[in-house]
């Protein structure tokens, strides 16, 4: 089987979702990132934080009064255990079905569960398998 490498940290600044319902969606991340060790940094400009992750309401300053629209985010998960916790936390705090946690054709090992956001974003939880991590995290200083 042949070796996959995969470098992260390298092309993402951040991604910015617009909320209808910044409550319902700051509810509904905050029990996912738990349960993918993510920490939530709220802030007082109507929106919060989860590493490269941006949630703001659709009247902050930053979303000119616009929602993003339907997008998909596929979040690392460490173990199988850590996607089914993941779905039930999801379902629990607003997000609805789809895709049950299971065994995905994408390639050998890949485990996932799909649920829709407060919004529709088509959000992930995947463990693609034993793999080592050259680092916890890649840390930037300014």
């Known amino acids: ?7 992260c940290g390298r092309l993402v600044d951040h991604i910015q979702l617009v909320v209808q319902d910044i409550k319902a969606s700051q509810n509904f991340y905050t029990a996912v990132m738990a349960i993918l060790d993510i920490p939530i940094v709220s802030t007082d400009n109507g929106y919060f934080l989860a590493d490269e992750l941006v949630v ?60 829709l956001d407060p919004d529709g974003n088509n959000i992930e939880a995947v463990y693609q398998g034993e793999g080592r991590r050259s680092a916890p995290s890649v840390v930037i200083e300014f």
């Open 56 to 115: 703001s309401s659709v009247d902050s300053p930053t979303a000119l009064g616009e929602l993003t629209g339907r997008h998909h985010l596929a979040f690392q998960a460490k173990d199988r255990a850590t996607v089914d916790a993941f779905y039930s936390a999801a379902l629990a705090h607003g997000g609805r079905d789809n895709g049950a946690p299971g065994v995905r054709a994408y390639h050998p090992g890949y485990y996932a569960a799909f649920v």
């Open 1 to 7: 089987m042949e070796t996959n490498h995969v470098h």
